[in-house]
């Protein structure tokens, strides 16, 4: 086996980077009433866009009769070229072709943890749009907005520990200009939801839950 | 009119799509049939035995009673069914599981799960849905004890609906409960 100085030097570099990473618990007030509004004669239809996550399959598999599972930033990021190649409205259709649901799906819950924060705000609208259309009514909606100037250059993986705790590794190196949604505006971008309870945290983030409003 | 090509690729694109059915008696042994990493099928597939994919699989894999696994170097582009599937390779179709799906820590899944218990291990990919079906639901809340808990919390901090079930029927949940602002 031949030792080559560089290779090592890479894996050292990845080792110190996940070392210099810190695993962060924080309390959710968001999720902890979002479990306290279910019932537990009643299961619920679930839509992550987050990556799959061991601990929050689990979760949502104590409530969920079915669960969805997206990884909608990463399908961003390497998007079929296929859902590009007819053009006209190529986000509106890769939203279509990224999360192609039939007429009867209807989501109760939806999980977007802090993707908006990657999203201008056409992208936002169009995603949110596209969503409405297989929700249930009064369907809630769970997300973490930043309010700093920056974010991590990609969204972090949420893990969800209980009904009321989440945890994370901080990011380490690159962020990106943050897109800054505000609580006023931020309705207004998300056609057919309105702001059912929002939580300020202690690390700037701003947990919401939305709820598909009657309107 | 009869043609001798025609004929012959009628015959050709048979033998692309017919049923393979896994002859107990060359392949038995204690860990079940194997399909090697560099065995490639095209067409139906099914038997009475556990089965390790380690090839490529395109069709239908059907082993009701039995387990399928898909080694790391599998590639399987079809539609499992089995009791117990576990998979570590590289998986796009739907997949049926009468216990349970195990997606390993290697494995890379896109498509749809139905089985009353999924088992996602770190690092493993998956994207599509999971179906655990009202039956399994069922049976899995019982063997939960954390499903208990939800329940506890929902019904024992309310005597009143839900909130979110008065949500769900359009009533004015917020309002009816001071608790949801």
Same mark, same amino acid.
């Given at each position: ?30 999720? +902890? ?20 996550? +061991? ?7 104590? &409530? ?34 990224? #999360? ?23 992208? #936002? ?7 409405? +259309? &297989? ?8 997300? #973490? ?20 705790? #989440? ?21 207004? &971008? ?26 | ?6 004929? @012959? ?134 063997? @939960? ?37």
């Amino acid at each position: 086996m031949t030792w080559t100085p560089s290779n090592n030097t890479e894996a050292k570099q990845d080792i110190d980077q996940v070392a210099s990473q810190e695993l962060v618990t924080q309390s959710s007030q968001a999720l +902890k009433m979002l479990c306290q509004n279910l019932r537990g004669d009643k299961t619920y239809a679930v839509l992550d866009l987050g990556p799959a996550v +061991k601990e929050n399959v689990d979760f949502y598999s104590r &409530f969920a009769r079915k669960i969805w599972i997206e990884d909608l930033y990463g399908s961003l990021n390497s998007p079929d070229p296929s859902a590009l190649e007819e053009g006209g409205d190529e986000v509106n259709k890769s939203f279509e072709h990224m #999360l192609p649901y039939t007429k009867d799906t209807r989501f109760d819950i939806i999980f977007v943890w802090d993707l908006f924060n990657y999203l201008p705000r056409d992208q #936002l609208q169009k995603l949110v749009s596209h969503l409405s +259309k &297989f929700c249930n009514h009064r369907a809630m909606l769970f997300s #973490l907005i930043t309010n700093g100037q920056y974010v991590p250059e990609h969204p972090i993986n949420f893990r969800i520990l209980d009904q009321e705790n #989440l945890s994370y590794l901080t990011a380490t190196g690159a962020e990106r200009v943050n897109t800054r949604y505000k609580e006023p505006n931020l309705a207004k &971008f998300m056609p057919g939801f309105k702001i059912y309870k929002t939580f300020l945290l202690r690390n700037g983030m701003q947990e919401y839950l939305f709820t598909l409003s009657e309107d | 009119m009869w043609k001798k090509e025609d004929t @012959n690729s009628d015959r050709s694109s048979d033998s692309n799509t017919q049923a393979y059915t896994v002859p107990e008696a060359t392949t038995r042994s204690e860990r079940g049939a194997c399909i090697g990493a560099t065995i490639s099928i095209k067409g139906d597939l099914s038997g009475g035995e556990d089965l390790i994919i380690e090839g490529r699989i395109e069709g239908k894999v059907d082993l009701k009673q039995h387990k399928i696994t898909v080694g790391k170097k599998g590639v399987v582009r079809a539609e499992m069914r089995a009791r117990v599937i576990s998979i570590e390779g590289d998986v796009q179709g739907t997949l049926y599981g009468e216990e349970q799906i195990v997606l390993g820590k290697s494995s890379s899944v896109r498509g749809d799960i139905i089985a009353p218990r999924v088992t996602l291990e770190d690092g493993s990919k998956f994207k599509g849905s999971i179906d655990m079906e009202p039956k399994g639901t069922e049976k899995m809340q019982a063997h @939960n004890p954390m499903a208990a808990d939800i329940k506890a919390v929902t019904v024992g901090g309310d005597s009143v609906k839900s909130a979110f079930d008065q949500l769900q029927k359009g009533e004015q949940g917020a309002k009816a409960n001071p608790r949801m602002g």
